[in-house]
């Protein structure tokens, strides 16, 4: 194998497949990257099993070949080379040769024959969408799936596909979030359940403006776009009817500032429990009182002011959880939607001029008096 690559080009495409090598592993393979040469120059490719990424970026070939070498040394090696000319050689062993200006390197890897293979997914029966459709669903959704491993369907992102919308949907059983957006030319329905990490690279290597094809095998489903292809390995199992869960008749909604709310919750959450992070609070027509008793540790007050319709209302929440929504609340002021201590509350965009319908749920807290 011999080709002539510029650093930048080497740059990007293994920062493109790197984030699919496992940082651990038991099988030493996996911590490599595929180098292999193509028509269009050189693909390069990464995958800890679940989740596999390949790109294939522009280079000079002498000879063909492929080799899988040390992901993270090369990926150190190359940010630190000049801007110029790479040389990579290998005759034929593992043994592979880097020249770039006056360095020189000899890296070690390991046969391809040991890589895996990337699952089987034809793109000749594919489907398109927006790049920048899905990625407002990921960076608005994905957050709130779960990370325990005690219900491992929550742990992954439900993706549903209609011939005109789609719409994702992540919870960990306490909060929740789901957006939907209008979509065209869908032929058929699917209900897809994604890890979170597959749909983060998914959101980082493509651009807004992509057009992505998407296709799926029995277990698997693949993204390309250009020259870069995402394959994941789909989570099974039935997705719990998250529809039955969010209120429809929550009769009393504040309009509130999300940073004054978010910035007060930060200050009374720092003397609440760091098991439950639980916050009181107390709605009222013009104010919104927080309070927070913590036994052996202390107590916090604060005040806001809010636009409210209801009767008053004291109801207690997961503080961590309410930060983690207003995070991804699109707009400056948001609704905040309840009907009683004990039932959830919803939380909406005020003034978001997207077509895109977006609502997070959070479950209360029993309070403690």
């Avoid at 895996?116 to 960076?139: E, H, M």
Wanted: with cysteine; net charge negative; hydrophobic share 40%.
């Amino acid at each position: 194998m011999k080709f002539t690559i510029s650093r930048e080009q080497l740059h990007d495409g293994l920062a493109a497949v790197v984030a699919s090598v496992p940082t651990r592993t038991t099988l030493p393979v996996l911590s490599n990257i595929l180098v292999e040469t193509v028509d269009e120059g050189i693909r390069l490719s990464g995958t800890d099993l679940d989740i596999a990424v390949s790109t294939v970026v522009a280079a000079e070939v002498d000879e063909e070949g492929a080799v899988t070498l040390p992901a993270k040394k090369l990926v150190e090696i190359v940010r630190e080379l000049p801007s110029a000319a790479i040389r990579i050689t290998s005759a034929g062993d593992q043994r592979v040769n880097l020249e770039c200006g006056r360095s020189r390197f000899k890296l070690f890897g390991i046969p391809k024959d040991e890589f895996p293979s990337f699952p089987s997914v034809d793109f000749k029966d594919s489907w398109t969408v927006t790049s920048a459709d899905l990625q407002k669903l990921i960076s608005h959704v994905a957050f709130a799936a779960s990370t325990e491993e005690s219900r491992p369907i929550l742990n992954g992102v439900l993706w549903e596909l209609t011939s005109d919308k789609m719409r994702m949907v992540a919870t960990n059983g306490h909060r929740l979030a789901t957006m939907s957006v209008s979509v065209r030319g869908a032929d058929s329905s699917s209900e897809l359940i994604l890890p979170p990490k597959a749909l983060e690279q998914i959101r980082k290597l493509f651009g807004p403006e992509d057009e992505i094809e998407i296709a799926r095998s029995d277990n698997h489903l693949g993204f390309q776009s250009g020259p870069t292809k995402v394959y994941t390995r789909l989570i099974e199992g039935p997705y719990p009817n998250y529809e039955q869960v969010i209120p429809k008749e929550n009769d009393k909604a504040a309009t509130i500032d999300r940073d004054v709310f978010a910035s007060a919750l930060r200050r009374v959450g720092v003397v609440a429990s760091d098991q439950t992070h639980r916050v009181r609070l107390a709605f009222s027509s013009s104010n919104l009182q927080f309070s927070v008793n913590t036994p052996d540790l202390g107590e916090a007050q604060d005040e806001i002011s809010i636009s409210y319709d209801g009767e008053p209302l004291e109801i207690g929440f997961n503080a961590h959880y309410l930060l983690e929504i207003l995070k991804f609340m699109p707009t400056s002021e948001i609704k905040l939607s309840m009907k009683a201590p004990e039932r959830a509350a919803t939380l909406e965009p005020i003034g978001w001029d997207d077509p895109a319908v977006y609502l997070c749920l959070v479950m209360p807290l029993r309070l403690v008096d």
